[in-house]
């Protein structure tokens, strides 16, 4: 393991050890969790104003994210452009429009709305977003190269363990934890790997700012006596 590994899972597990001992099937440490047959995961916290996908119209728009605007039988104004870090894109006509933080729908109204006051009566705009770079999921443990990726569309855990170029030979396959705060609450999950590529279980949507530990088989560490009291739930959706 390296050190950042090393260091991420210490500061996991003492802060959510740490909680009371006392556990029910719906709570372990501070972590809560969600048995199979209830309601799905809820998107965590940061979707309120960073984006994420429980839909593309709830989705916002993030820095970095990379948009494809056009408006209908004026093609000269189609354009591909990326979030600025200030949230801010460039238009021909329009200028510069603030885009962080809106819907796909509120953004196509705005633009629209810009063009209608001088240049364009009823524009038919569309906007699309072609790389949600603005979410990022944090891959941890024994992954071939742990590290911080971008989600640029809906993705699952398999997906996401992908980009790390997959599972290390160390990897635990049954010891899988994706972490989430939701409503200011520290929210986990394992998984079976195994299940879910032989289909037996759903592959999970993974959301920006999860983190995702694997831990290593035979280990000795306070991250596997908290990963071992979680049982092993699809608390997801398929998608």
Do not use: H
């Amino acid at each position: 393991m390296n050190r950042f590994w090393l260091s991420t899972v210490f500061f996991i597990c003492m802060g959510l050890l740490s909680g009371t001992a006392a556990a029910d099937d719906r709570k372990v440490g501070q972590i809560s969790v969600v048995a199979a047959g209830n309601d799905e995961l809820p998107a965590p916290d940061s979707t309120s104003n960073a984006g994420a996908y429980k839909g593309v119209s709830e989705y916002r728009i993030g820095p970095q994210d990379l948009l494809e605007i056009s408006v209908f039988q004026v093609a000269e104004l189609n354009r591909t452009v990326r979030v600025s870090t200030s949230g801010e894109i460039s238009l021909p006509l329009v200028g510069v429009v603030k885009a962080g933080g809106l819907t796909v729908q509120e953004l196509e109204a705005q633009i629209a709305k810009s063009l209608d006051a001088k240049f364009l009566q009823n524009p038919q705009v569309t906007v699309f977003v072609k790389e949600f770079t603005s979410q990022r999921v944090t891959l941890e443990g024994s992954v071939k190269k742990p590290g911080i990726y971008p989600l640029t569309g809906r993705t699952t855990l398999l997906q996401a363990i992908a980009m790390a170029e997959g599972l290390d030979q160390l990897a635990d396959l049954r010891g899988i934890v994706i972490f989430r705060v939701v409503n200011g609450k520290k929210m986990g999950a394992r998984f079976d790997i195994k299940a879910i590529r032989s289909g037996a279980a759903p592959d999970p949507q993974v959301y920006g700012d999860d983190i995702i530990v694997i831990d290593q088989s035979g280990s000795k560490t306070a991250f596997r006596r908290l990963m071992e009291s979680l049982p092993i739930f699809s608390i997801f959706s398929p998608l």
